[in-house]
C-alpha cells in the first residue's frame, strides 16, 4: 500500500537521552515535514525537507535534528536540549502546490 | 501574527444538522490554498477540502463545502447533515504561493475546532 509509515507508535525517553522517531514514505513525493501538535496548539513546523540532502528550520526546531540522505526517509532525533519532548509527532509528506499534505498517524512522545 | 486563526476551540450540532466552522488566514500574497482536515481521537489527519485563491467557485466535497470569501480572507467549513462520525478535531491550513526559487512551500494551520456531534 502507498502511504507514511512512521514508528515508533509510542516513544519513551529517560532524562538526557536522544530519541529517533522513523518517517519512512513510499508516495515519491519529494517533500517532508515533520510537526509537533500539543493540546490546544495545532500543528507546529519543526523540520521541512523539499528535496534530498536539504532541509529547512520550521517554527520549533531548538533541540530537534533531521537529516535527508534518502526520498524515502526523514527521521526526526529529539536530542537531550529539547526539555519539554512530551507531545504528538506527525511526519507529512507534499507533491504538488494544490495537492494537500499526506500525514503519517503519528508518534507519541512521553519522558519517563 | 497569526497566519490562521480558528476563533471557536468548540462547537456543539445536532446529528443532521449543518455546521459551519470559522476559518480566517491572513496573507499578502495572491496565489495561496486553503486546507481543512479532520483529526479523530484516534490522531489521524485527514484531508477534506481544498480551495485555490483563483478558484471562481466554492469548493464541495460530499457533505463538506468550503465558504470562501477572499476580500474578507475567510474560508470557513460547511458540515451539512452532521454524523455522529463527525465528532472530531478540524483545522484549517494555508499554503502561499511559491516563492522565486523555491519549491514547494509549507503549510501553516490554526489551533483547530473541536466539534461533539450529539444524538
Known amino acids: 500500500d502507498g502511504g507514511i509509515t512512521q514508528s515508533p507508535k509510542y516513544l519513551f525517553r529517560k532524562e538526557g537521552q536522544n530519541v529517533t522517531l522513523s518517517c519512512e514514505q513510499n508516495?515519491?513525493?519529494?517533500?517532508m515535514y515533520w510537526y509537533r501538535q500539543d493540546p490546544g496548539q495545532g500543528l507546529r513546523l519543526i523540520y521541512y525537507?523539499?528535496?534530498?540532502?536539504?532541509?529547512q528550520k520550521g517554527d520549533i526546531a531548538e533541540g530537534y535534528s533531521v537529516s535527508r540522505e534518502k526520498k524515502e526517509s526523514f527521521p526526526l532525533t529529539v536530542t537531550s536540549a529539547q526539555k519539554n519532548p512530551t507531545a504528538f509527532y506527525l511526519c507529512a509528506t507534499g507533491s504538488g502546490s494544490n495537492q494537500p499534505q499526506h500525514f503519517g498517524d503519528g508518534t507519541r512522545l512521553s519522558i519517563l | 501574527a497569526q497566519k490562521i486563526t480558528q476563533t471557536q476551540p468548540g462547537m456543539f450540532v445536532q446529528e443532521k444538522e449543518a455546521v459551519t466552522l470559522d476559518c480566517t488566514y491572513d496573507?499578502?500574497?495572491?496565489?495561496?490554498?486553503l486546507f481543512w482536515y479532520k483529526q479523530p481521537s484516534s490522531g489521524e489527519m485527514i484531508f477534506l477540502i481544498y480551495q485555490g485563491s483563483y478558484d471562481e467557485q466554492n469548493a464541495t466535497e460530499g457533505r463538506y463545502s468550503l465558504n470562501f470569501q477572499k476580500a474578507r480572507k475567510s474560508a470557513n467549513l460547511v458540515i451539512s447533515a452532521s454524523q455522529l462520525g463527525d465528532s472530531a478535531m478540524y483545522f484549517c491550513a494555508m499554503r502561499e504561493g511559491r516563492k522565486r526559487g523555491s519549491t514547494l512551500g509549507r503549510l501553516y494551520f490554526g489551533r483547530g475546532t473541536q466539534l461533539t456531534v450529539w444524538p
Open positions: 508516495l515519491n513525493h519529494d517533500a
Open positions: 496573507t499578502s500574497d495572491q496565489s495561496y490554498g
Open positions: 525537507s523539499q528535496i534530498v540532502n536539504d532541509f
